[in-house]
RNA sequence: GGCGCGAUAGCUCAGCCGGUUAGAGCGUAUGAUUCAUAAUCAUAAGGUCGGGAGUUCAAGUCUCCCUCGCGCUACCA
């Protein structure tokens, strides 16, 4: 075991709010995993903090018509109110527009630099004269080469999906000015990942660097180790680690050829770990070092699974590379979560969105928290549904959980007015545990003890779910201790029997008031309060209650007064419900028909003159034949017949037809458009489609029968 | 296209290095019970472990092929 942990929770980007896939990926388990640790009496800090860097920022910024800080402010400010409203117990929640944390940044590339770690290369790349800085790759809009979408992305093709670079953009334009970019020469840091390959390899799979077992990559999940090998097997390549941005952190000034650059959103925004721990060190009076530089620190990362290449090779390549800090022991990442069978969408918002639950829930919390955990995407990809959301509140934490608490409360005040009984605890009565078994005070006190060890065990191996079950499995084995002994029907004949187990069942409900609060915090504190004991402070009190059980000691002593009962969970009505479902429908529709409607009629492009017209030259012409092209998802090889010569072009079109329906089809071609080689084969041309509302696409063709090779004008 | 991860009862999922009649929770059916938010407890039914082939005395568990889902990545391994 580690002296002391570090945990972290990735960063989220300060460009939307929290939806329930945040938190199912990353957030809950960190929190219930660093709760636990706390109860433990372990020394752990966990940091969080906002992404606020990048061009998705900027570009976000200039739609709303607004700056990059505007909305930076405003939703770190609501991430974390949210992260608070829905009890994720960061020890700081910080952000990376803060000045520790440039000046960190900053002199994690001064070191790197000084090291040789980088490679300096200049490259061509995109920049708009008219407003006089280069384009992130966000900033270039232009034609997809691969589905003909005419506003795909420099990184991306938010149409077909596919990854783009600009370089493969048909007819960029700026997004800043709406004018043609130009190449320019342009210096960037390049991270030698290639030189830290051997390593990553040895550390990944064996869990040593240089003869020292850092970690057990068997406790790794499966599709952790997968990805990560999958990109050591494909060899590793120097990363750019600047950019030519106007919002991030600066690189140093005084190297040389830094005026203009920023850091890579992606390398400042892990080591906003590192600034995150050295503000809640200096808010607290503390070192920060030990956390970052003592082996004997278990650093742990919890992340979706879109982040395991970067925290599980690139990060530690760095934090390697700086020199004297530790890497991580284990990067849990969790799949996706999906919501009513679909991914989870910002941009359709296909989404709960956590804020906006906690305001209709209020005082719900832990019924999402318990939901998330239950549907906790562990090792696969899980889904969320409104309706298993009602039945799991309805059946096992209203029915379940509150009615034994409930039971327990009412019975003990009906019979010994809310006073703990004194017992005999050498009388036998039935085991909750198993029926028609015979139990013993004592005993069944360390069957609790052995119950909490398991759920303890599973936690640390990161397996939420099964944990949570067996702190559940104490609400329904305190069920059967009340059902097989039957106290209100032997309450008058056998009293002193009856008061072991309803003392019994009141160490029940303390266990689990302790037991529950990794997961359902609010309602633990609900269950002490009810009890009548001390509220939790996470400080050893899981451990405290382990030493006394494992003993056969009580945890709540006789005579104790407990407090009037309270319905811990209520019943959600179908209204509710169906409520929520609504509303996902209904934000839907209106997605899609303002997209019908408006958004879908891009504006018309900057007017041209007859000439720029009398330029291109269109074709009719006829298909004879199409074959997909190896290797290629989205690309169909076609043949086609211009009357005067046949033409091959590439067109995506692969996923809307088969090679067969299109063949015999009559097209128009722009036939001069400049050759250009896809997937090594050079498409001479380009057949022309028209769009629908939902991107499907539609031929644009002459008159059936018209001959091919004539010009269209 | 390549690589990775997944596909197990109606639903959500466990099943480590291959080994007796494949497990849990929810749902369903039957019975018991009434202290409790018509809650609880017991018992039972339900699976050719995505499809196919192979290795083995023995495969959900190993190998190969295929199908589907998700992710990563692509002039490419």
């Known amino acids: 075991m580690k002296k002391r942990y570090l945990v972290t929770a990735a960063l989220p980007y300060a ?30 800090v966990f940091v969080c903090g906002s992404d606020e860097h990048g061009a998705a920022i900027t570009v976000k910024a200039r739609k709303e018509g607004t700056t990059p800080r505007a909305i930076v402010d405003k939703y770190h400010e609501m991430l974390k109110d949210t992260f608070e409203k829905i009890g994720i117990s960061f020890d700081i929640y910080h952000r990376t527009s803060a000045l520790i944390h440039h000046q960190t940044s900053q002199d994690f590339f001064r070191t790197l630099n000084a090291n040789g770690e980088f490679v300096e ?12 800085q280069f384009l992130a790759d966000r900033y270039i809009v232009g034609t997809c080469p691969v589905c003909a979408n005419p506003d795909a992305y420099g990184d991306q093709c938010e149409r077909c999906g596919s990854t783009l670079s600009p370089n493969d953009l048909i007819e960029p334009r700026s997004m800043l000015s709406g004018s043609a970019p130009v190449k320019r020469p342009t210096k960037h840091w390049f991270l030698r990942l290639d030189k830290h390959e051997n390593w990553l390899r040895e550390w990944i799979n064996t869990g040593k660097v240089d003869g020292k077992t850092l970690h057990d990559p068997a406790a790794w999940k499966n599709h952790v180790l997968g990805q990560c090998n999958s990109w050591l097997d494909q060899g590793l390549q120097p990363r750019a680690m600047t950019r030519d941005l106007d919002w991030g952190v600066d690189v140093p000034p005084e190297i040389p050829g830094s005026e203009g650059k920023k850091l890579y959103v992606w390398l400042d925004a892990p080591i906003g770990y590192i600034s995150a721990t050295k503000q809640w060190a200096i808010d607290h009076n503390k070192n920060w070092e030990p956390y970052w530089k003592d082996e004997d620190t278990a650093l742990i990362h919890f992340i979706g699974k879109d982040n395991i290449v970067f925290h599980c090779l690139i990060f530690p390549a760095i934090l390697k590379a700086h020199g004297g800090f530790i890497l991580p022991v284990n990067v849990p990442a969790n799949q996706f979560l999906n919501l009513e069978g679909r991914k989870l969408s910002t941009s359709k918002n296909w989404a709960v969105w956590v804020h906006e639950y906690c305001a209709e829930f209020a005082g719900q919390e832990d019924v999402l928290r318990y939901n998330m955990v239950k549907k906790m995407p562990e090792q696969a990809d899980s889904e969320f549904t409104w309706k298993g959301f009602q039945e799991t509140n309805n059946n096992e934490l209203v029915n379940n959980l509150a009615n034994f608490v409930n039971r327990v409360m009412v019975l003990t ?3 010994y007015d809310g006073l703990v009984p004194v017992v005999d605890t050498e009388r036998a009565f039935k085991s909750g545990w198993e029926a028609d078994k015979a139990g013993q005070y004592n005993e069944e006190l360390a069957l609790l003890h052995a119950k909490l060890n398991e759920m303890g065990a599973q936690v640390e191996r990161f397996n939420f779910r099964e944990a949570l079950q067996l702190a559940m499995e104490i609400s329904g084995a305190g069920n059967a201790l009340l059902q097989f002994n039957e106290p209100w029907k032997t309450v008058k004949d056998d009293p002193e029997t009856v008061k072991v187990v309803m003392n019994l069942a009141v160490q029940y409900v303390a266990v689990l008031s302790v037991a529950l609060r990794p997961f359902l915090p609010f309602s633990a504190a609900r269950l002490r309060s009810m009890l009548n004991l001390p509220a939790l402070e996470e400080a050893g009190d899981l451990l405290d209650m382990l030493n006394e059980l494992v003993e056969g000691n009580p945890v709540v002593q006789p005579r104790h007064t407990l407090g009037a009962p309270a319905h811990l969970f209520s019943r959600i009505p179908d209204e509710v419900i169906q409520a929520q479902i609504d509303k996902l429908k209904a934000t839907e529709q209106a997605q899609a028909s303002d997209e019908g409607a408006t958004v879908n009629f891009t504006p018309v492009k900057d007017t041209i003159q007859f000439d720029d017209f009398a330029k291109i030259d269109i074709r009719t012409g006829t298909i004879l034949s199409a074959e997909k092209v190896a290797k290629s998802k989205k690309l169909l090889k076609l043949s086609v017949d211009l009357g005067f010569e046949t033409r091959t072009i590439l067109s995506g079109i692969a996923e809307h037809f088969s090679p067969e329906e299109v063949v015999g089809k009559e097209v128009v071609v722009l036939a001069n458009l400049a050759p250009r080689v896809m997937m090594g084969t050079e498409s001479q041309g380009m057949i022309l489609l028209a769009e629908d509302a939902e991107g499907k696409l539609g031929f644009v063709s002459p008159e059936s029968g018209w001959q091919a090779g004539m010009s269209v004008g």
């Open 15 to 44: 460009n939307g709010p929290l939806h329930i896939g945040h938190l199912a990926g990353a957030y809950l388990p960190s929190d219930i995993y660093v709760r636990y640790l706390r109860l433990m009496g372990r020394e752990v």
């Open 413 to 415: 005040h009906k019979y």
């Open 121 to 132: 290369e200049t490259t061509e790349q995109y920049y708009d004269e008219t407003v006089g």
